[in-house]
């Protein structure tokens, strides 16, 4: 069992850079149910859906090893707004250049502003939460991605039906959203923090030249986040599409279900990998969302769909929680910068690689074979953590 400091963790700077989150992520999401029929109406394909996705995740990664090396230096928050700042600015392009290549373009842009973004609000949520409740303020703080996801999708796909596909006015939108972002993330106060308090945790001191790029204290972590989010860019990427193809009129309320089944197990299975320990939560949540991706195969009903949407919310959002409070106990305070870049870098990765592969597979393949490759891959961890234990046992026979 972990000791817990009982600090307060909603604290005005927190709320504020949770605003700021839930904005962000709000402009995101609301592309999910437009982006891929737009792709296709300005000429594009299946595989230029799943390009555009890698694209957009590679761009957002390629520069966040970087970012993580200077982040002490530089601080938390001028990155969050350089962040914020890049995605508005490339999202306002998208309302007024409409073409195939120039959307490309403006998506890799908000790809550079995603990574900067997503590395220092998760480096700040770090940093402002009390020592010992790392995983309650994760899961707290977890909670605005999910809320977003549960009302994005849903109002983009209602207002895309409604209007008739009016893209300018979808794409304003969206910018609306990432500019209430920038206002909140603004607010934000960087917290100060003894860096050699920090460095002490673990007996080490980061400074200058000596910082590496990668932190290899969180690769356990970092893997199995990598193969949790292949899934999740699959579904990000490719559910509208089977939903079409199925004729099942409820992706956008699967979005929905998902996200407030994650919002409301996250902080609670934070909380609980404070008090049980990490794997004991994130191995059954994996077993759960495995259960829930082979169900989506299986989905040829609104019911089925919306079910499987309610377990993989419940199974993703407690594993994504544990998993990520499991690397944030491996990163003493100076290594954060770090620590999450590489952390949150290969959470990227995992989408690419999911979004990229399955939108080659599904020239050869149908969903129901694509999803049922989920299922093993969001699996794959539960054999590699046990077998890992497995063989540190027998060595220390």
């Not at 956008?252 to 008090?275: C, E, K």
Request: proline letters at 4%.
């Amino acid at each position: 069992m972990i000791k817990t400091d009982r600090g307060k963790i909603l604290t005005f700077n927190f709320m504020a850079l949770f605003g700021a989150v839930f904005f962000l992520f709000f402009a995101l999401d609301f592309y999910i149910p437009i982006l891929p029929f737009y792709v296709i109406e300005v000429g594009g394909g299946e595989t230029a859906v799943g390009m555009l996705m890698g694209l957009f995740t590679f761009c957002s990664v390629v520069l966040r090893p970087f970012q993580g090396r200077t982040l002490n230096r530089r601080g938390r928050k001028r990155l969050l707004i350089m962040g914020i700042g890049l995605y508005a600015v490339a999202g306002m392009g998208l309302i007024f250049l409409p073409s195939l290549p120039l959307v490309f373009i403006f998506r890799a842009v908000q790809g550079f502003g995603w990574g900067a973004f997503l590395l220092a609000y998760n480096t700040l949520t770090l940093d402002l939460a009390p020592e010992g409740r790392k995983g309650e303020a994760l899961g707290l703080m977890g909670m605005a991605p999910p809320l977003s996801l549960a009302t994005g999708p849903l109002i983009g796909e209602h207002l895309r039906i409604g209007t008739g596909g009016d893209y300018l006015l979808l794409f304003l939108m969206a910018s609306v959203a990432a500019l209430f972002a920038l206002l909140s993330g603004s607010l934000v106060k960087d917290p100060s923090f003894d860096e050699q308090q920090g460095s002490k945790q673990k007996g080490t001191v980061i400074t200058g030249e000596k910082v590496p790029l990668f932190s290899r204290s969180v690769l356990l972590p970092s893997l199995i986040i990598f193969f949790m989010t292949f899934n999740l860019g699959s579904i990000l990427t490719f559910l509208p599409l089977l939903g079409e193809a199925r004729d099942i009129q409820a992706v956008g309320y699967f979005f929905t279900i998902f996200a407030l089944t994650a919002v409301f197990s996250r902080p609670a299975a934070g909380r609980l990998s404070d008090h049980l320990g990490r794997p004991k939560v994130f191995l059954p949540a994996l077993v759960i969302a495995s259960t829930a991706l082979a169900m989506i195969a299986l989905s040829y009903s609104s019911q089925l769909l919306l079910l499987s949407a309610f377990i993989l919310g419940l199974g993703f959002g407690a594993g994504h929680s544990s998993v990520m409070a499991m690397a944030a106990d491996r990163m003493s305070i100076v290594e954060r910068g770090v620590g999450m870049a590489t952390f949150t870098a290969t959470f990227d990765l995992g989408i690419v690689a999911g979004s990229s592969t399955l939108g080659i597979l599904l020239n050869w393949f149908d969903f129901e074979a694509v999803f049922f490759l989920c299922a093993l891959v969001m699996f794959t961890p539960v054999f590699i953590y046990l077998f890992r234990e497995r063989l540190k046992n027998n060595f220390t026979r």
